[in-house]
């Protein structure tokens, strides 16, 4: 069965760098949220978009920005990167609100 | 205030045996659903089961079950005859304003539980 594609799986970056994080929900899956894990730490929610709309923001800095694309994924913009943005980014899809979640991308910033 | 409160940091248990994971949970809504993840070293975030606020019996997938109690607030997962593919992190999660199973509200996770099975 296919499940969320994220891309890249792991990505470093410098201070002051952006980085795009990609999701590809599951097919026919309408909704898409993300998810921010630190080391140590329990998955932190950022945002979520349903049929292509914002439908729920979370603790997500205003450098960041995301968007659903008309075919579903969606990219999780990053700027002006700190040393407290590594962390593994979750994308996960829904579309009867079981969520199923992505491989993650590993984000290290230097 | 948490939301999700699992006070066990780490757990061990023997091959075979069955060990139980504590879960607490906090919400003023009447819907509700509940969730358990495993996080295994290698990062990938696995759904092992879910329980609706309304479900009257306890829900069970294979060898996890969900021992949930409502008045307590309270949805412990049962791993009966663990194996050593068992050890991994194990999170609980809640998403309010759950209606029937269906709702798209976002998951708040507990602190997770290492759990190590011992051959």
């Known amino acids: 069965a296919a499940g969320v594609i994220q891309s890249p799986r792991h990505l470093i970056k410098e201070k002051r760098e952006t980085a795009t994080l990609k999701c590809y929900p599951i097919p026919r899956h309408d909704t898409v949220y993300w998810y921010q894990q630190g080391p140590g730490q329990d998955p932190q929610f950022l945002i979520s978009f349903y049929e292509k709309m914002q439908s729920d923001k979370g603790s997500i800095p205003d450098r960041f920005s995301a968007q659903q694309f008309s075919d579903y994924h969606s990219e999780l913009n990053m700027s002006s990167l700190e040393l407290g943005d590594s962390a593994l980014y979750f994308c996960?899809?829904?579309?009867?609100?079981?969520?199923?979640f992505g491989p993650g991308t590993r984000l290290t910033v230097l | 205030a948490q939301k999700i409160t699992q006070t066990q940091p780490g757990m061990f248990v023997q091959e075979k045996e069955a060990v139980t994971l504590d879960c607490t949970y906090d919400?003023?809504?009447?819907?509700?659903?509940l969730f358990w993840y495993k996080q295994p070293s290698s990062g990938e975030m696995i759904f092992l089961i879910y329980q609706g606020s309304y479900d009257e019996q306890n829900a069970t997938e294979g060898r996890y079950s969900l021992n949930f109690q409502k008045a307590r607030k309270s949805a412990n997962l049962v791993i009966s005859a663990s194996q050593l593919g068992d050890s991994a992190m194990y999170f609980c999660a809640m998403r309010e304003g759950d209606a029937g199973g269906t709702s798209y509200g976002k998951l708040t996770f507990g602190q997770g539980t290492i759990l190590t099975v011992h051959p």
């Open positions: 919400t003023s809504d009447q819907s509700y659903g």
């Open positions: 996960a899809s829904s579309l009867w609100g079981q969520q199923f």
